[in-house]
């Protein structure tokens, strides 16, 4: 059980969609919150409209991929809110290019922004939340990255969000013993700025705004559109997983079938094969003390 009463968070990529949902819900039940963002505009104006309905909030100015940026962004929230005990590290962006098409400033880009960019904030908030005796860490992940064979021509991105899964689950492990618990949240479809403001998030060192906007291919959801839900609708939910100290929090119900069948074909298919293969060759040759 997570206890959010008295506590004080950070929520990366909070000026817009499902980070501004967290910070607004967060703040309704009096939990101040800073907001770090590569669009400050949009921090700015989310975190006016939480203190104006009473609440506490600041928006920093927090380019992810940046390390510096991050620990400037703990000083100020440690400055403002003492211990950060809450790490929502949800900043993130997309795209949809051909792996043998990707520039490579994009490639970079959505690596550093949505893996390294998760790394990134929970290296630099850890320590602080150990020592104040421990908190809870969500990163926003994808159902991209947990069953990344759902959407075509999403590779690089599925590849970070997965990145995200694993990194966490580990991470898990080792923050047990310091009472931080740990969720990765895979939003299935949530409205929010990813369509219109996407192609703004690119920082200048990987080439700065692009000009065209998101190009989402057809085929990348032929077979089914998503559904998409409010940023203030989910909210609750993810906050519900951080008080019931769940792995994971999801939003899509039915996504479970997906799920249910990309892993259960990985274990009837690839884990039955290396069974009958050891039926009929016996176990690989053992090496005594190879490990
Ligand atoms: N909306 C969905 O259906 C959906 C589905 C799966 C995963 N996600 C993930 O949810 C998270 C939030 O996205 P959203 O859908 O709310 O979209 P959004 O565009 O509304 O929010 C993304 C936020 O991240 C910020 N951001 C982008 N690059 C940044 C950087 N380098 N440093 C700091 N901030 C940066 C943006 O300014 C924005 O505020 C992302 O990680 C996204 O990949 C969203």
Same mark, same amino acid.
């Given at each position: ?38 669009? @400050? ?60 098409? @990707? ?60 990145? @995200? ?24 479809? %949530? ?46 939910? %993810?906050?519900?997983? %951080? ?22 074909? %990985? ?25």
């Amino acid at each position: 059980m997570t206890d959010i009463t008295g506590k004080a968070a950070v929520i990366t990529g909070g000026g817009t969609g499902i980070g501004m949902g967290l910070a607004k819900e967060l703040a309704r039940r009096g939990v101040p919150v800073a907001i770090g963002d590569i669009m @400050i505009d949009n921090a700015r104006r989310t975190a006016a409209e939480i203190v104006a309905a009473g609440g506490r909030a600041i928006a920093v100015p927090c380019d992810v991929c940046e390390r510096a940026a991050i620990h400037a962004l703990r000083e100020e929230a440690e400055a403002a809110f003492g211990p950060i005990q809450l790490v929502f590290a949800n900043a993130g962006a997309t795209n949809f290019d051909r792996l043998a098409e @990707i520039r490579d400033e994009d490639a970079d880009w959505i690596i550093q922004v949505n893996l390294m960019g998760v790394l990134n904030t929970a290296r630099a908030f850890l320590p602080g939340m150990i020592a104040a005796g421990g908190g809870h860490l969500v990163a926003t992940s994808s159902t991209a990255g947990l069953t990344p064979g759902s959407v075509p021509v999403h590779s690089v991105y599925s590849a970070a969000k997965m990145g @995200i899964i694993g990194l966490m689950m580990n991470l898990s492990l080792e923050l047990r013993q310091h009472r931080i618990g740990v969720t990765t949240y895979c939003p299935g479809g %949530v409205a929010s700025a990813l369509g219109d403001q996407n192609s703004l998030y690119r920082p200048q060192r990987f080439g700065g705004p692009k000009s065209e906007g998101l190009q989402v291919p057809e085929e990348s959801f032929q077979d089914a559109a998503p559904r998409f839900y409010s940023p203030e609708s989910v909210a609750p939910i %993810v906050l519900e997983a %951080v008080r019931r100290d769940r792995p994971f929090a999801f939003d899509h119900a039915e996504q479970r079938e997906t799920f249910r069948e990309t892993y259960s074909r %990985v274990v009837e298919t690839c884990y039955d094969d290396i069974a009958a293969w050891e039926a009929e060759h016996g176990t690989p040759e053992l090496v005594e003390n190879a490990g």
